[in-house]
């Protein structure tokens, strides 16, 4: 089922355009936005809830029109924003039973609802003590809380790992994953990392100067190449032995093109099943041990190749 259809989405202001004719549509599922600073990440998501009118084309959230069903759409779909926005001096739990409050949930059904929730993204020990006491990560939390709290049928999360070292990261994508797995809500997640994205999406849209650059499922983006990864010991008792350079040396005389990729991995065209034979033997001639024999998969930064700048920007951002 597609939760969210853009046709020639356009946003302008003054000075840049924002979106540029975007045309995507994204199913139910994980589904990560990925773009460098500036590719409009933001401004889809504030168009598509229905607080920011488009110059040009149309969305739908869940069948319902942007410019016409915001309220609808708000009813029905959380919102994590990117920047920081949260009241110091008020505990998550005053907080997070506020939100729902503004939702429509009755008292008790608010005050029930936040507990789970608070249970579920683990800030219950903590429920009781003011925000501005909490670490980026507990913040972000309570942030991710506020967004389910009213049990959305989707979640817009704007850079929800931004600010959190890898433990962090992990965690909140962890949480991400079951917020999908567990209550069945489906997800649009916006980074600039790539790594989380390939772990953590069923599918990848990725944007750029507001056009899409591609839209298709993390499975394709990761797929096998035609090349297969080895790696080698050195020789028993003879460190001073290149064993890489051998090993190229006997697979070039069978007649397969192989390379040193970088550190320590030998990576060999694979042209048909016999090239695994032919590395086994020369293994064990050479009288190496054998580390690693895998085929390899794309990288999902691959994707970005087509446009070598925002590789960079992407991934080193
Ligand atoms: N209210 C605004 N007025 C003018 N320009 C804006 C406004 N909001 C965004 N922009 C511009 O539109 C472009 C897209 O911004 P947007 O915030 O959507 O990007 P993003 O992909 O979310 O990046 P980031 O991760 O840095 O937020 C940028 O060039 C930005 O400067």
Do not use: W
């Not at 924003?81 to 110091?88: F, G, K, R, V």
């Not at 789970?116 to 309570?142: A, C, F, N, W």
């Not at 009213?150 to 890898?166: A, F, I, K, R, S």
């Not at 064990?284 to 070598?308: C, K, M, T, W, Y």
Request: one cysteine or more; aromatic letters at 4%; proline letters at 4%.
């Amino acid at each position: 089922m597609s939760v969210i259809t853009t046709d020639n989405l356009t946003k302008r202001f003054p000075r840049v355009t924002a979106l540029d004719h975007l045309t995507v549509e994204v199913q139910s599922g994980v589904v990560g936005l990925v773009g460098a600073n500036g590719a409009g990440k933001s401004t889809l998501i504030k168009i598509l809830l229905g607080l920011s009118p488009a110059t040009e084309g149309t969305a739908r959230v869940l069948g319902l029109d942007v410019a016409t069903e915001g309220g609808a759409i708000r009813e029905r779909v959380g919102y994590m924003p990117e920047h920081d926005c949260l009241p110091p001096d008020v505990t998550a739990t005053e907080f997070v039973v506020h939100m729902a409050r503004m939702s429509g949930l009755p008292a008790t059904a608010a005050r029930e609802r936040t507990a789970d929730i608070l249970r579920h993204v683990g800030l219950y020990e903590e429920r009781y003590r003011p925000i501005g006491t909490y670490s980026t990560g507990m913040k972000q939390r309570v942030k991710l809380a506020q967004a389910l709290v009213h049990d959305p049928q989707l979640v817009l999360l704007d850079e929800p790992t931004n600010g959190l070292d890898p433990v962090g990261r992990d965690d909140m994508l962890g949480l991400i994953r079951r917020v999908h797995s567990e209550f069945g809500i489906s997800v649009l997640v916006t980074s600039h990392l790539l790594g989380e994205l390939e772990r953590t999406c069923d599918h990848v849209v990725v944007i750029d100067g507001g056009k899409l650059l591609r839209s298709s499922s993390t499975a394709d983006m990761t797929a096998y190449t035609a090349m297969l990864a080895v790696e080698v010991t050195e020789r028993q008792g003879e460190p001073e032995f290149d064993a890489d350079a051998a090993l190229l040396a006997r697979l070039a005389e069978a007649g397969l093109t192989a390379t040193v990729d970088g550190g320590h991995v030998v990576l060999v065209e694979l042209t048909g099943d016999e090239v695994y034979d032919v590395i086994r033997d020369a293994v064990a001639d050479l009288g190496v041990g054998l580390v690693r024999l895998e085929q390899r998969r794309h990288h999902i930064s691959e994707v970005f190749a087509v446009n070598p700048a925002v590789e960079e920007e992407v991934a080193h951002v």
